[in-house]
Nanobody
């Protein structure tokens, strides 16, 4: 079994900062891509940022320059540092990991966290 646990969400004023964390645990052999997605009320889930095992990063245009994704492979953890937050950043933020299991090392599976709420007040 694999579990992804997110933390770091909360209520912040516009212009503020938050750092999200997502720790993966369980019968993991290796983790490939890691990423953050968000879903605002009434909207589809959208990509925020991704990072590969080689630490190449990709960002949505809406967050470029304000957000940094990073990972700690020793801790199976991905981070999202968000600065200069705007009310339109309000959403539930989900992490996703593409990983292989100890019992199935050649197959990659997508796992999602349960989400953490980020609310930015104006």
């Amino acid at each position: 079994q694999v579990h992804l646990v997110e933390s770091g969400g909360g209520l912040v004023q516009a212009g503020g900062s938050l750092r999200l964390s997502c720790a993966a645990s369980g019968s993991i052999f290796s983790i490939s891509d890691m990423g953050w997605y968000r879903q605002a009320p009434g909207k589809q889930r959208e990509l925020v940022a991704t990072i590969t095992s080689g630490e190449s990063t990709n960002y949505a245009d809406s967050v470029k320059g304000r957000v940094t994704i990073s990972r700690d492979n020793a801790k199976n953890t991905v981070y999202l540092q968000m600065n200069s937050l705007k009310p339109e950043d309000t959403a539930v933020y989900y992490c996703k990991c593409k990983l292989s299991l100890s019992s199935s090392r050649l197959t990659l599976y997508d796992y999602w966290g349960q989400g953490t709420q980020v609310t930015v007040s104006s």
